[in-house]
Each structure stands twice: as C-alpha cells, then as structure tokens.
C-alpha cells in the first residue's frame, strides 16, 4: 500500500489531536514457565503488546507510529548479594523474529560459569525490558537434569 505524504501527514495530525502521541507500549511473556535442560540450549519469548497486554504487535508495521521509537532487553532478575535489592543482570537487546516474539537462546555453558552461578545459573525469574522502563511479567526458567552437588567427606 502507498499512501501519499498528505494522508499520512493528516493521520498523523488525527491521531495526536486524538491524544494517541507517545501511545505506550508493554510486554508480555509468551510462556509463564520454560523448562531447560541441564547444558543444552534454551530460548524464552516475549511479545510486544499494547500498555493493557490487550493486543499483541507481532510485526513492526503493526506497532502504531505514535509509539515512537523502542528497543528490547531481556534480562535475569536477581537478589543482589551486598544490597539484597532485586535487580535486572544479564541483560541482552533483542530484535523482533519473523514469528513476531523477542527471543533470547541461553546456552547450556551458563550452568556452570562461575559468574552466572552467584545468581543460579539460568534458572529463575526473565524479564522484557523496554528502553523507556516497561517490564513484562517474569517468566520462570526451570533447569532439569542438573547433576547433584557432591558432599565432601570429613
């Protein structure tokens, strides 16, 4: 479809004289839980919806252009160790797939790097974050067939 600039141009007067400008944004989990298993790979999803979670926008053109510009992370909440405050780490942007979602694959080597196992490793609590501050619901990971911690001898 082509529209030319003074329809877009009217719509745009339209929807600001409407109160739509700087229309807000949410997101949403595609799924409340994940389950991962132990040292493979493992995605989880969000989808970008409307501030109510009412529609979801599964394609760029579908976002309305009052929305403005919006970036995604996706990221662990975690306790912090000193402070006790919880608080968004791992975060990393994602761009929208083809099948609408914002999609981070966690390896399987993050169940045992030192770093991530202060804060547990893969499992736990995963949010969307978008640029202006809007955090999804979490979504759980759940991690199965991790080996025992052994008990040492004295």
Known sequence: MHYSLSVLLVGAL????????GQSLGLA?????VTCHYEKKCAISFMLTDADGDIAYLTGDAVPATAGNFKVKICKLVTEIDTGVLAKTFCRHEDQGNDGF???VIGGKKDHDEEWAV???????WVGVLNDGTQSAPLEIIVKGAPEPQQEEM
Not at 14 to 21: H, I, L, T
Not at 29 to 33: D, G
Request: proline share 4%.
């Open 102 to 104: 914002f999609t981070r």
């Open 119 to 125: 804060y547990g490793g893969r499992e736990g609590d």
């Open 29 to 33: 989990p595609v799924h409340a839980n």
């Open 14 to 21: 339209v929807s600001s004289a409407m109160g739509q400008e």
